[in-house]
């Protein structure tokens, strides 16, 4: 039996690529389609199926057919505050470096004053 942090891991998978996380942060306000999406993200049409494919088989998206058009929204609002909960764990922890290579920065020219 396949164990939970294994389908944790799996999904944080999912998440662990640029153009995916881009394709959920525009779904967070609104549904789109899948024409919006490309025209947003700048990604072929070829490509954008592929995302929304792996997105929609993960359970991460939803599609919605209207005549010939899909439209896509995300399956859960949680989905959008993880990767806005990530992205804040990163700004921190960028922020963290630069104070530190500041400090590393005015104390090597105290040091180089002597």
Do not use: W
Request: with cysteine.
């Amino acid at each position: 039996m396949e164990s939970f942090f294994n389908r944790q891991a799996e999904l944080c998978k999912i998440f662990a690529n640029d153009k995916r996380l881009e394709i959920i942060n525009l779904l967070k306000n609104a549904e789109l389609s899948t024409g919006e999406l490309i025209k947003k993200t700048g990604l072929s049409k070829v490509t954008m199926s592929q995302h929304l494919n792996i997105l929609k088989s993960a359970g991460v998206v939803i599609p919605r057919r209207n005549g010939t058009q899909l439209f896509y929204r995300l399956s859960n609002p949680k989905i959008a505050q993880a990767c806005n909960l990530m992205r804040e764990v990163l700004v921190e922890l960028l922020q963290e470096k630069e104070k530190t290579f500041s400090m590393l920065i005015k104390a090597s020219k105290k040091n180089g004053e002597r």
